[in-house]
């Protein structure tokens, strides 16, 4: 997969802005509030039609105008697209592929796909088990559209779960659904685990082997998936998952109802990264926390890759910043193949770019060489 053209108007700090990429590494380098990660942005929003910053598309329109546009010619599957979308201009907003209106914003992943690292990608390794899960559930629902739906019913349970427990010292009448919802969301839960444990195996392995090489063979970083403790092995039979979800919840039951909250399943997953045998999140620097989450992002690239046969289109939000000139050399010339692009600001640490072309950004006007 490659985006060769994008074409930007009226978008964040740009006027009308066209800009060739190249098909191996571009980065794109200026001082700060330039508009670097704005251009990123454009190209997030052509991959899933929303912004990874922002809800509001008015946010998307520069100051003073009506609307924005957004265009991409894109290779994948050894054919040509474009991809467009047009919001504001007192209109619906209009999404096309190859001039024909797409049905939803999802027909623009049927084209475009993108793993992006930004700096609040950090809280991968050092915040709680939420961040985690949130980059599981995001890969896995681009990936496996069963998990998709599975991930949306659990949640649903879930919710209505909680609120029974919140009401039923009001509404004792309410216990007696319970039972109902315990079953369903194991069985759901199920489904999560199955494809959550298998992710996590690859995850571990290419998250390794990048941490390995970016460290220069000085560290290891490992990934283990983490679920509910009455799982004696989340690749087991679906039946058997079920069965040990349930043993698990009874064993909960009395402390849902004193806490009122729903404390068993796998809602509370987590995976855990280690490096050099130790809890990443408590002893990791930061630049060692930046390689690790960095790892983890490549490795989700790699599945993509393993599972969809073409590499999404990578890119990193400012990633070199604490890195020594060692793990630098290595984001900026040995990430394989797949198109990359990187955001920098300092241009010195960039003599050691090998192959591809540098952009500078200045005030929303871009230009190369
Ligand atoms: P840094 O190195 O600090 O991360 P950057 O080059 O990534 O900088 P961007 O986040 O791309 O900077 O933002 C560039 C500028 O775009 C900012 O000054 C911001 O205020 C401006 N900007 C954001 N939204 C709009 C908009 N809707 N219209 C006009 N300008 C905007
Ligand atoms: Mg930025």
Redesign the pocket.
């Known amino acids: 997969m490659r985006l060769d053209t994008l074409f930007l108007e009226n978008f964040?700090?740009y006027t009308a802005q066209q800009i060739t990429f190249d098909p191996v590494c571009s980065v794109i380098c200026?001082?700060?509030?330039?508009?670097?990660?704005?251009?990123l942005?454009a190209m997030v929003c052509l991959s899933c039609g929303k912004s990874h910053r922002t809800r509001s598309e008015r946010?998307?329109?520069?100051?003073g105008e009506e609307g924005y546009r957004l265009e991409a010619s894109i290779h994948t599957r050894d054919r040509d697209f474009l991809s467009r979308i047009e919001a504001g201009y007192r209109r619906k907003k209009r999404i096309t592929i190859n001039k024909a209106p797409a049905r939803t914003s999802a027909d623009l992943s049927q084209v475009l796909n993108t793993v992006f690292f930004c700096p609040e990608d950090l809280q991968l390794i050092r915040d709680g088990p939420a961040a985690r899960r949130r980059f599981l559930d995001a890969s896995l629902c681009q990936l496996r559209p069963r998990y998709g739906t599975a991930l949306a019913e659990y949640q649903r349970l879930h919710e209505h779960k909680t609120r029974i427990l919140r009401d039923c010292a009001e509404r004792p009448d309410l216990v007696a659904t319970l039972p109902d919802f315990n079953l369903r969301m194991a069985e759901t839960g199920a489904v999560l685990i199955h494809y959550r444990a298998r992710f996590a195996r690859l995850l571990s392995a290419y998250a390794s082997s990048a941490h390995s090489e970016c460290s220069g063979g000085r560290e290891q970083l490992t990934v283990a998936y983490q679920t509910v403790k009455t799982v004696t092995d989340p690749f087991g039979e679906h039946p058997l998952l079920v069965e040990q979800l349930l043993e698990h919840q009874q064993a909960h039951q009395h402390a849902e109802m004193a806490s009122r909250q729903c404390l068993s399943g796998p809602h509370k997953d987590d995976l855990d990264v280690q490096l050099n045998g130790r809890c990443a999140r408590s002893y990791a620097s930061q630049g060692q926390t930046r390689t690790a989450a960095l790892s983890l992002k490549l490795a989700a690239r790699e599945i993509h890759r393993e599972i969809m046969g073409e590499y999404p289109i990578l890119l990193l939000?400012?990633v070199l910043s604490e890195l020594d000139p060692r793990r630098q050399e290595y984001v900026l010339n040995r990430l394989g193949n797949g198109q990359v692009f990187i955001?920098c600001?300092e241009e010195d640490r960039l003599h050691s770019l090998l192959e591809g072309t540098v952009f500078r950004?200045d005030g929303?006007a871009v230009t190369a060489g």
């Open positions: 964040r700090n200026g001082e700060n509030a330039q508009g670097k990660t704005n251009l942005e946010e998307l329109i520069r100051f939000d400012d955001t600001c950004v929303g």
